[in-house]
């Protein structure tokens, strides 16, 4: 082999070293205190598919949840929300627009006590330090 194939081939090694020994991941995202916010009061944002619009009355045996999430750079992690003992999950909100997204993890679903999800930042925001708000709507028994 010539020096120059070994020195491009050594290169390439280094580059996959990281990915080869197993480097270490991103920090989940943390979680801040919940508010929760109550029957009779407004909602500051939609929550998709339970018809409550932002502005709207928080209805009757429902209540949101609101907690502050800062990321620690992308992170595949799943965090989990609850809705405590009472309450079931029964949709997911974010303010528009929002530093972090979020995905349902994989074999999680609503109508639980608790959900899974994964959060992620759009391609302009930087994930780490980015911060946002995620709103759960419980149904509360």
């Not at 919940?34 to 928080?58: C, E, F, K, M, S």
């Not at 959060?119 to 995620?134: E, K, L, M, N, Q």
Request: net charge positive.
């Amino acid at each position: 082999m010539s020096p120059r194939i070994l020195t491009i081939g050594t290169v390439a090694a280094l580059a996959l070293a990281p990915a080869a020994t197993g480097a270490a991941a991103a920090p989940p995202p943390t979680l801040g205190p919940v508010t929760i916010i109550t029957a009779g009061h407004r909602t500051p944002v939609d929550v998709a598919g339970n018809h409550l619009h932002q502005g709207a009355t928080i209805r009757e045996g429902t209540e949101l949840r609101r907690w502050l999430v800062t990321m620690h750079g992308a992170s595949n992690a799943a965090v989990t929300l609850s809705c405590g003992p009472r309450g079931t999950q029964i949709g997911l909100a974010l303010p528009d627009p929002s530093k972090v997204g979020l995905a349902l993890a994989h074999g999680t679903g609503y109508y639980h006590e608790t959900i899974k999800v994964h959060f992620y930042t759009p391609p302009h925001v930087t994930a780490d330090g980015a911060r946002g708000h995620i709103y759960a709507l419980c149904r509360i028994a």
